[in-house]
């Protein structure tokens, strides 16, 4: 048997898992500690087992991608090129309220004036906040690009904006990135035994070669199988099911027409039992339904499925995904923290998954090295840190369901108080009054600001009740001129940005 040990003063990190979560991890950590020129004290090894199954159901990112794949060194371009990306603006909710043809939008890009006036107040239409304050899905509306051919690669002067990916051919892009410039060691085995001494630390791993594997770090990618945290370590999943009912998914790839348009935005189309993700690549639409099984059949699922693309012959393959909301209540234990699906999932509504890949990455690039004496006070720090994130996380995407006035069972489940989580009740109660503020979410480790929050709920004509403050909102002329100045540059976007099928086009052929 061989026994597989650092044998060099580094420190050795061992990234266990097949697919972007891994990867994304290695690349990140790898990028940061420049281990290529092999003078850092870092030593990452990832080994990928083919048979842990990938789930592709994220294919949308949050606009922090943007930053980590430049800071990993990877060219935009060569992004795009390899995963059929295209551009992510921003979100549009449609038949969310009402069922009847009801849109808002949650775009990347904040508030004209945000900061410096409170608009809500002074919007006539309190549904219409992100049109009177912002151009960008004026821009989505028309198919555009967030910004024009003479701009360099990364640039968001124009537009806020992250990406929707070919999941599969990012994580291959990554891979091969990541071997060939990142210095990452990358080995293809099977996990057969995982050595603990304990439920607070793992000794090493034994693979299917018969080496045995030890580290100072192992980061559990093994999706939700949790092979590391879950399995040997033992740490118990914290349920969103209440919360949070959906538990499925069916996903299509669908091709396009000759005369298709590439959507620069997710649209998530509301369903009787769930909801519906049309995700435009560019070089296929990624679409798929997301429901509960507690009020519909799979059956019912797919059939709603196939009749919003077109498909009612079923000629398309759909591909059952099942899952469970939740999260790990410690995701960093002893010397094993989880990355991706082996920390916790929840249903794709935001794009959150990969945006907590990227953290969760980030954060070990920042604390490795580390002395032993010192990784459970981190441990402590990530987790206390990933606790809010998931809260606020699951705040959030139960944001988007409880102003609903539709009348299926789910929709209305969906309303009863005793599913709203304690901590979103007490900002509404907060809201009724003033609506969201930036001082609201101050925490440095927040992942969607009041704007985001502003966006839903207004979108969903939640409207608070202004009059207790009105002694504060005497800025009317300074509002005026906010909506009058989204006017123009509105104008100005749509007569100046290229349509968004013809910039990738075009940008990728130059």
Request: hydrophobic fraction near 40%; charge should be negative; proline fraction near 4%.
């Amino acid at each position: 048997m061989n026994q597989s040990s650092n044998t060099s003063n580094k420190q050795r990190i061992v990234i266990v898992g097949g697919g972007t979560a891994d990867w994304l991890t290695a690349a990140i950590v790898a990028a940061k500690h420049n281990v290529s020129v092999g003078e850092c004290g870092l030593d990452i090894t990832l080994i990928e087992s083919s048979d842990i199954p990938t789930v592709g159901v994220g294919e949308g990112t949050w606009p922090t991608m943007r930053n980590t794949l430049k800071d990993i060194g990877l060219s935009e371009k060569e992004v795009f090129r390899r995963c059929s990306a295209a551009f992510k603006q921003g979100g549009k909710f449609v038949n969310w309220v009402k069922k009847e043809g009801d849109a808002y939008y949650h775009p990347f890009t904040v508030p004209l004036g945000y900061g410096r006036v409170e608009m809500a107040p002074y919007v006539e239409n309190i549904s219409d906040f992100a049109n009177a304050t912002n151009f960008q899905q004026h821009v989505c509306e028309q198919n555009m690009a967030p910004r024009t051919l003479n701009e360099q690669e990364y640039s968001s002067a124009q537009s806020n904006y992250a990406y929707h990916l070919d999941a599969g051919a990012f994580a291959d892009l990554l891979r091969e990135f990541s071997k060939e410039k990142l210095g990452v060691t990358h080995k293809i085995a099977t996990v057969e035994h995982v050595n603990a001494t304990s439920q607070e630390h793992i000794q090493s791993i034994t693979l299917n070669d018969g080496s045995v594997v030890e580290a100072d770090l192992f980061v559990d990618c093994s999706g939700f199988r949790s092979l590391l945290l879950g399995e040997a370590l033992k740490e118990p999943v914290i349920s969103t099911d209440d919360v949070l009912f959906n538990n499925s998914a069916l996903a299509l790839h669908v091709p396009y027409n000759s005369d298709f348009e590439i959507k620069p935005y997710t649209q998530a189309t509301a369903q009787e039992a769930g909801w519906i993700w049309d995700i435009g690549l560019s070089s296929r639409r990624g679409v798929g339904h997301v429901y509960s099984t507690d009020f519909t059949t799979d059956e019912r699922a797919e059939e709603i499925l196939r009749q919003y693309v077109g498909d009612e012959k079923g000629e398309l393959n759909a591909r059952v995904i099942r899952f469970n909301s939740g999260y790990k209540k410690q995701i960093w234990k002893g010397n094993c923290i989880a990355v991706g699906l082996a920390a916790g999932f929840v249903e794709p509504l935001e794009a959150t998954a990969l945006m907590l890949i990227e953290i969760s990455a980030r954060y070990i690039a920042e604390q490795m090295p580390l002395p032993s004496v010192a990784m459970p006070i981190v441990s402590q720090r990530f987790n206390q840190q990933m606790q809010y994130r998931w809260q606020r996380i699951i705040d959030f995407l139960k944001l988007h369901y409880i102003f609903n006035q539709r009348s299926e069972p789910y929709w209305v489940a969906n309303r009863e108080e005793s599913t709203i989580p304690e901590s979103l009740k007490q900002d509404l109660e907060i809201w009724k009054y003033r609506g969201p503020q930036i001082a609201d979410f101050s925490a440095a480790i927040e992942l969607f600001p009041a704007a985001s929050y502003q966006y839903v709920l207004y979108g969903m004509g939640f409207s608070p009740d202004f009059s207790l403050q009105s002694h504060f909102y005497n800025e009317r002329e300074l509002a005026d001129k906010v909506i009058k100045q989204n006017q123009l540059i509105t104008q100005q976007k749509l007569s100046s940005l290229p349509n968004h099928r013809d910039y990738i086009e075009q940008w990728l052929a130059s």
